[in-house]
């Protein structure tokens, strides 16, 4: 080989490595984004807004995700899709992790790994005011509504009653304001905000009947990698109050509109 070509087949080479350098950085440009699945449909946790803290997401658990990317230097993304299928997306690797005011369960444990619990709640019963409904057997003869997938149609298909499964929160609270169904069993804050939205409904709690509940953030089993980066913010977030001001936030603005 004469030198002249010698040194032209090293600088193609070298253009190549340089190539593939540059598409390893590239792949690394995806791994800057941290990808959450949400089900929008959970006020205050997480509801579509005109001007939200993620483009038009927004609500206590949109402010979490954000900060949790934030400081671990990368990009929030959020995609919403229906609560039944986000764990699915989970696993499938369309998305990173799952924030959407889930419940840790031991069933879900089964699927996925959990961060540290960000926030407790329970499941209460709205009714209408007049409603003689004050604990939670007597919904034995009542029209139930719940929302498919929720924590709160387990306990209700546990209690052993017959209900009404609906797509969304609002559905089944419609269908109580308009006297088609007796009581919605639903997540506290959330009830809350819909008691706040709606004239004539209260909420009926009963400790006895409902334990109380880990809202948690899912990663696919074992990722420990990113939710040992989630935990540390998440810890954070908590012992420096913010998460409790979120909570404050947000449940004021609710009950406010
Ligand atoms: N906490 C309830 C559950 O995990 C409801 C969550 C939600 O609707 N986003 O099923």
Redo the contacts with the bound molecule.
């Keep these: 080989m004469k030198k002249a070509t010698k040194v032209l087949t090293l600088a193609l080479a070298m253009i190549m490595l340089a190539g593939v350098l540059t598409a390893c950085g590239g792949g690394s440009k995806k791994g800057d984004t941290l990808t959450f699945g949400t089900?929008p449909?959970?006020p205050p946790?997480?509801f579509i807004t005109s001007n939200g803290v993620i483009g038009e997401f927004d609500g206590i658990d949109m402010a979490i995700a954000k900060q949790i990317a934030e400081e671990n230097g990368m990009t929030v993304a959020m995609e919403s899709m229906e609560?039944d299928s986000l764990l699915v997306a989970l696993q499938n690797g369309q998305i990173d992790a799952v924030i959407?005011?889930?419940?840790a369960?031991d069933e879900r444990r089964e699927t996925v790994d959990f961060s540290t619990t960000y926030y407790t709640?329970t499941q209460v019963m709205i009714v209408r005011e007049d409603s003689d409904i004050t604990k939670a057997t007597d919904m034995a003869d009542k029209k139930i509504c719940v929302?498919q997938?929720?924590?709160?149609e387990?306990c209700v298909q546990e209690m052993g009653y017959s209900y009404e499964a609906f797509k969304k929160?609002t559905e089944a609270v419609l269908e109580l304001v308009n006297g088609k169904c007796d009581v919605v069993v639903?997540?506290s804050a959330?009830a809350q905000k819909y008691v706040g939205d709606n004239e004539g409904l209260k909420i009926v709690e009963d400790a006895s009947a409902f334990e109380s509940?880990e809202?948690a953030i899912a990663v696919q089993k074992g990722n420990t990698e990113l939710l040992d980066k989630i935990n540390a913010s998440v810890e954070k977030m908590l012992s420096d109050g913010t998460i409790n001001e979120l909570a404050v936030k947000y449940t004021e603005e609710a009950t406010a509109e």
């Design positions: 089900n449909e959970f946790f997480e609560f959407a005011g889930m419940t369960t709640a929302v997938g929720y924590t709160g387990v929160g639903i997540d959330t509940e809202y």
